[in-house]
C-alpha cells in the first residue's frame, strides 16, 4: 500500500471511529428531542454518554489534523471552500458541548433543563447535517480545483444542492439510528426500552429510505460518483454487505438481540462511509486532486502513520480499561 | 472591519479564550492529585472532600477548554488555509502528539471522575497523576508548534515553497525550550493563584477548614511557579534576542541600535516620532539582561523597515503589564515564603488574605499579556521572516460575521461555565 492511500485510510477510520462513537452523541441529541418532557429517558442517554463524551469526540480532531498534516492540498481545498458548513457544524459542536458541560454539571432547575435540553438536540440535528454536506460535496466533486479557484468565488453552490443535502439527511437518520439501537442495551425500564426499540426500526427504515433517495439524485448530480459507487467491480459484494448489516440489525431489533443490533448497525455505518472512501478513490478531492498531489512529503507521511500506530497502542488499551472501570456495574 | 482584521481579531479572541482552559486543565489536576495524595497519607477527610471539588472543577474546565481546542484546530483552516497549506505538514506533528496526549487525559479524566469506587485508591490516585502527566505533555506540544511559528526550522526554502522537510528539527525549534518551560510555569503561576484568590476571598467571609486548605495548596503551587518564572522570564529575553531582534525592540521600545542600551520600566512609544517617552530608564539594563553583557549592542526598531514592525505599543504596554504582574507575584510570593518559616499563623491573617485576593488574579492577566507580546509581537509575520499574516488568511469574504457568531457563542459558553463553576466547585449554601 502506497504511503498516503495509508494516510487517506487513517483519516477515513479516525471518521469512522468517530461516526460510531461521537455520532451516537449527536443521535441521542435527536431523540431528546422528541423526548423533552420524558426526564427518565434524557437520563439513560446522559448517563450512557457523559464518562466517554471527550474521547469520543477527539477521533474528529484527530481526522483534522490527519487531514492537514498528510494531505494538506486537500484540508487547504475543503477549508477555503466548504467554509460556512464548516463554521456551521463547528458552532453546531460549541453549543452541543455547553449544553452538555450544563446539563452534567450544572443547575437543576427544570426551566434550565428543558431550554438547554432545545439547545443540545437542536445542536445535534445541524451538525450530523453538516458533516453529511460536506463528505457529498467532496465526493461529488463540487470543490473548485486550483485552476477553476481562480475563476470562481462562489462559496455556496459546491454544498447547497440536492445531492448534498439527501447525504446530510442520511447522516443524520444514521446517527438517530445508531444512537436508538445503542441505547436499548443501557437500560432496564421495560417501557424505555421499548421506545428506543421502535425507534431504533424507525430510524433504519428511514436511513434505507434516505440512502435510495441520496443515490438517486447522486445520478443525475454526481453522476462520475454514481458509476463508481453503482458500477466498480466492488460495488456489487459491497452494497451486499452494506444492505446484509442494515438488515440484520433491523432483524435483530425485532428479535430483541440488542447485542448484535449494535454490532451490526456499526458495521452498517462503518460500510457506508467505507464505500465513500472507495467511491472517491484515488482522489482525495474529485475530480481532479489524488491522493498522491494532496499528499506532504513521504518522510512527514511516514512520521504521521507511526505517530497514528504508536497512539493506538498506547490509547486502545487504555480506552479498554476506562470501559471496563466504567461498565462494571457495582 | 476588514476580512483581514475579522479573522486576525477571531483568532485572537479564540486563543485568549482558550488559553485560561487549557492552563486551567494543566493546573487544577495537580491541585486535585496533591490532595488526594494528601487524603492518602494522612486520612483528613478534608483532603478528600478537596480532591473531589476540585475534581469536578477539572472535568467542566477540561470539557470547555475541549470544546475551545476543537475550535482553533478548526480555525486554523478556516481562517488560515494559505499559513495551513505551507505550516500543516512541518507541524502536524507536535499536533499529532498533542492529540494523542489529550486522549490519553481524556481517559485518565474518566477513570478519575467514575472509578472513585470502582479502583484500588492506589490506581485512582495514579490515574489523578496521568491527568496531570498528560495535560502538561499536550500543552509542551502545542506550544512546540507556536515556537516554530517565531522561529522556523526544519525545511528549506524554494520558489517560496517549503522543501527538505524535517518534523523533529520542526518540533525542536530554537525558542521550543524556552517557550515550553515558561508556559508550563506560568499555568502553575496563573490558575494556583487565581485558585488561592478565590479561596482566600472565602477565607475573609468565614472561616472554614475546607477552604483554608484549599488556600494553602493553592498558593503553594502558585508560589513555587512565580518564585521560578523570572529566570524562566531571562532564558526566554535572551532566546527572543538572539533569534527575533525585531520583537526584543518592540517589547522594550528600543528605536535606536546601541550598545549598553537602556532597560525601560514604564513608557509609552510613538509610532510617528519614533521615540519612547515617559519611561525609567535603567542604564544598560536591557543589554546586561538581554544578553548578560553591559556593553552589548541592542538593534533598534529603526534598523528594521517599517512594514516588518510589529505594533509597538501594544507589545510594550502589554509586556509591561506582564512584568508588572509577574514581580508583583513574586514579592507575594517571596513573602508567603517568608512568612511560612517565620511566623505560619500570619498567611490567614486577613490582611494577607486580602493581599493574595487582591493579587491572585494578575497571574492570569500576566498570561494574556505575555501572549500578547509574543504573538502580536511576531506581526506582520505569521511565520516569522518567511509568510506574511496578510497573506495567509482565507480568500472567504464576510469574516465579520463568522467572528460576530464566534464571540456570541463564546459568551453564552462563558455564561454556562462561570454558572457551572460556581455550584460545582464553591458548593451550596451550606458548603464548609
Redesign the interface.
Known amino acids: 500500500m502506497r504511503l498516503e492511500d495509508a494516510v487517506g485510510a487513517c483519516v477515513l477510520g479516525a471518521l469512522i471511529v468517530y461516526a460510531v462513537t461521537g455520532g451516537a452523541d449527536y443521535g441521542a441529541g435527536v431523540w431528546e428531542l422528541l423526548a423533552l418532557r420524558d426526564k427518565r429517558q434524557s437520563e439513560v442517554i446522559e448517563r450512557a454518554i457523559?464518562?466517554?463524551?471527550?474521547?469520543d469526540?477527539?477521533w474528529?480532531?484527530?481526522a483534522?489534523?490527519?487531514l492537514?498534516?498528510?494531505l494538506?492540498?486537500a484540508?487547504?481545498a475543503?477549508?477555503?471552500w466548504l467554509?460556512i458548513p464548516?463554521?456551521l457544524m463547528?458552532?453546531g459542536?460549541?453549543?452541543r458541548?455547553?449544553a452538555?458541560?450544563?446539563r452534567?454539571?450544572?443547575?437543576r432547575s427544570a426551566a434550565a433543563q428543558r431550554l438547554w435540553g432545545v439547545v443540545f438536540s437542536a445542536a445535534s440535528v445541524v451538525t450530523p447535517f453538516m458533516l453529511g454536506m460536506i463528505a457529498a460535496a467532496v465526493a461529488a466533486g463540487r470543490v473548485p480545483g486550483a485552476d477553476e479557484a481562480r475563476a470562481t468565488?462562489d462559496?455556496i453552490a459546491p454544498w447547497l444542492s440536492p445531492f448534498p443535502l439527501c447525504v446530510g439527511g442520511l447522516t443524520l437518520s444514521l446517527f438517530a439510528f445508531l444512537a436508538a439501537v445503542y441505547l436499548c442495551k443501557e437500560t432496564e425500564d421495560a417501557a424505555l426500552l421499548e421506545t428506543f426499540r421502535r425507534r431504533a426500526i424507525a430510524g433504519g427504515f428511514a436511513s434505507g429510505a434516505m440512502a435510495g433517495v441520496a443515490f438517486f439524485t447522486a445520478r443525475a448530480e454526481a453522476p462520475a460518483l454514481a458509476a463508481r459507487l453503482g458500477g466498480a467491480w466492488w460495488s456489487g459484494p459491497f452494497h451486499a454487505a452494506t444492505a446484509a448489516a442494515a438488515v440484520g440489525a433491523l432483524g435483530c431489533l425485532f428479535a430483541r438481540r440488542y447485542r448484535e443490533a449494535r454490532l451490526l448497525a456499526a458495521a452498517q455505518v462503518a460500510l457506508v462511509i467505507l464505500g465513500w472512501g472507495f467511491a472517491q478513490y484515488p482522489f482525495a478531492v474529485p475530480p481532479h486532486l489524488t491522493l498522491l498531489q494532496a499528499a506532504?512529503?513521504p518522510?512527514?507521511l511516514k512520521?504521521?502513520l507511526a505517530?497514528?500506530a504508536?497512539?493506538l497502542v498506547?490509547?486502545v488499551p487504555?480506552?479498554g480499561?476506562?470501559m471496563i472501570?466504567?461498565k462494571?456495574r457495582? | 472591519m476588514s476580512d483581514l482584521l475579522a479573522a486576525r481579531a477571531q483568532m485572537a479572541f479564540s486563543l485568549g479564550f482558550h488559553i485560561v482552559f487549557a492552563v486551567a486543565g494543566i493546573a487544577v489536576p495537580a491541585l486535585m492529585v496533591l490532595a488526594e495524595g494528601r487524603w492518602l497519607r494522612h486520612r483528613h477527610p478534608v483532603d478528600l472532600e478537596l480532591a473531589k471539588r476540585w475534581s469536578?472543577g477539572a472535568?467542566?474546565l477540561?470539557?470547555?477548554g475541549?470544546?475551545s481546542?476543537?475550535?482553533l484546530?478548526?480555525e486554523?483552516?478556516?481562517l488560515w488555509?494559505?499559513f495551513?497549506?505551507f505550516a500543516?505538514?512541518?507541524i502536524?506533528?507536535p499536533?499529532?502528539?498533542e492529540?494523542?496526549a489529550?486522549?490519553?487525559e481524556?481517559?485518565?479524566?474518566?477513570?478519575y471522575?467514575?472509578?472513585w469506587?470502582?479502583?484500588s485508591p492506589r490506581a485512582h490516585w495514579l490515574s489523578g497523576v496521568g491527568v496531570l502527566t498528560s495535560g502538561t505533555l499536550s500543552g509542551a506540544f502545542v506550544v512546540t508548534a507556536n515556537a516554530w511559528m517565531n522561529t522556523p526550522a526544519g525545511f528549506a526554502l524554494a520558489g517560496g515553497k517549503p522543501v527538505d522537510?524535517?518534523?523533529l528539527a520542526a518540533l525542536w525549534n530554537p525558542a521550543a525550550p524556552t517557550e515550553i518551560v515558561h508556559m508550563t510555569l506560568a499555568s502553575f503561576l496563573s490558575i494556583g493563584f487565581l485558585a488561592a484568590a478565590i479561596h482566600a476571598y472565602r477565607l475573609l467571609k468565614r472561616p472554614s477548614e475546607f477552604h483554608r486548605r484549599a488556600y494553602t495548596l493553592s498558593l503553594s503551587v502558585g508560589a513555587a511557579a512565580a518564585l521560578l518564572q523570572p529566570f524562566s522570564g531571562d532564558f526566554s529575553a535572551r532566546q527572543v534576542a538572539r533569534n527575533q531582534p525585531v520583537k526584543l525592540a518592540a517589547l522594550e521600545g528600543q528605536w535606536e541600535t546601541r550598545r549598553g542600551a537602556p532597560l525601560r520600566l514604564g513608557g509609552l512609544p510613538d509610532d510617528q516620532g519614533e521615540i519612547t517617552r515617559y519611561a525609567l530608564e535603567i542604564p544598560r539594563g536591557l543589554s546586561l539582561l538581554a544578553r548578560h553583557d553591559a556593553n552589548a549592542e541592542i538593534a533598534g526598531l529603526k534598523s528594521f523597515p517599517r512594514e516588518d514592525r510589529p505594533p509597538v505599543i501594544v507589545v510594550h504596554i502589554a509586556f509591561q503589564v506582564m512584568v508588572a504582574c509577574g514581580t508583583l507575584l513574586f514579592a507575594v510570593s517571596a513573602l508567603a515564603v517568608l512568612l511560612a518559616w517565620r511566623r505560619r499563623a500570619a498567611l490567614v491573617e486577613p490582611w494577607f488574605l486580602k493581599l493574595v485576593a487582591l493579587s491572585g488574579p494578575l497571574g492570569v492577566v500576566a498570561l494574556e499579556a505575555g501572549w500578547t507580546v509574543t504573538e502580536v509581537g511576531r506581526q506582520p509575520w505569521i511565520i516569522a521572516h518567511v509568510v506574511r499574516v496578510r497573506d495567509a488568511v482565507?480568500?472567504?469574504?464576510g469574516l465579520r460575521y463568522?467572528l460576530a457568531?464566534?464571540v456570541a457563542?463564546?459568551a453564552?459558553?462563558s455564561a454556562?461555565?462561570f454558572?457551572?463553576l460556581r455550584?460545582?466547585v464553591l458548593g451550596s449554601r451550606h458548603a464548609p
Request: charged letters at 5%; proline letters at 6%.
Open positions: 457523559a464518562p466517554i463524551w471527550e474521547a469526540h477527539v474528529l480532531i484527530a483534522v489534523v490527519m492537514f498534516m498528510g494538506p492540498g484540508f487547504t475543503i477549508s477555503t467554509h464548516l463554521l463547528l458552532l459542536v460549541v453549543l458541548g455547553s452538555f458541560v450544563f452534567q454539571y450544572g443547575s468565488s462559496f506532504a512529503p518522510l512527514v512520521w504521521l505517530i497514528f504508536g497512539g498506547l490509547v487504555a480506552f480499561y476506562l472501570v466504567f462494571s457495582s | 469536578k472535568a467542566v477540561f470539557a470547555v475541549a470544546i481546542g476543537t475550535v484546530s478548526f486554523l483552516g478556516l488555509p494559505r495551513m497549506a500543516g505538514p512541518i502536524g506533528m499536533f499529532s502528539l492529540g494523542v489529550f486522549f490519553m481524556a481517559i485518565c479524566l474518566g477513570v471522575l467514575y472509578g469506587d470502582r479502583v522537510i524535517r518534523p482565507t480568500p472567504m469574504p463568522s457568531a464566534v457563542v463564546y453564552l459558553l454556562v461555565v454558572a457551572t455550584s460545582q
